[in-house]
Nanobody
Framework: VQLQASGGGLVQAGGSLRLSCAAS????????KGWFRQAPGKEREFVAA????????YYADSVKARFTISTDNAKNTVYLQMNSLKPEGTAVYSC???????????????WGQGTQVTVSS
């Protein structure tokens, strides 16, 4: 599975962005999908995940109620709608796919390149 993330950019605090991650290759719909982020000088952290069938979603406490993960398996794409963005959300956001919907990056098999999100105060 090859993953391509897009949709990052510069936004003011309180604004919104929608990230997309398009997949090609093996059957994307068979995999759970996740979003992670890494800020400068910090470790990669979990943001959100969705089960392969889109039924179950999981969020980091820091983004709960502001971010929404969704998947369109017909389009082989997973989305991350980010609302009420905060400056601490500035990071490189990466998408991933793997067998389980997990909080742990090590459990994902496939990774896309990141897309930069910068939130100005």
């Amino acid at each position: 599975v090859q993953l391509q993330a897009s949709g990052g950019g510069l936004v003011q605090a309180g604004g919104s962005l929608r990230l997309s991650c398009a997949a090609s290759g093996r059957t994307f719909s068979n995999y759970a999908k996740g979003w992670f982020r890494q800020a400068p000088g910090k470790e990669r952290e979990f943001v959100a995940a969705i089960s392969w069938n889109g039924v179950s979603t999981y969020y980091a406490d820091s983004v709960k109620a502001r971010f929404t993960i969704s998947t369109d398996n017909a389009k082989n794409t997973v989305y991350l709608q980010m609302n009420s963005l905060k400056p601490e959300g500035t990071a490189v956001y990466s998408c991933a796919a793997g067998p389980p919907a997990s909080y742990y990056s090590r459990e994902y098999d496939y990774w896309g390149q990141g897309t930069q999100v910068t939130v100005s105060s």
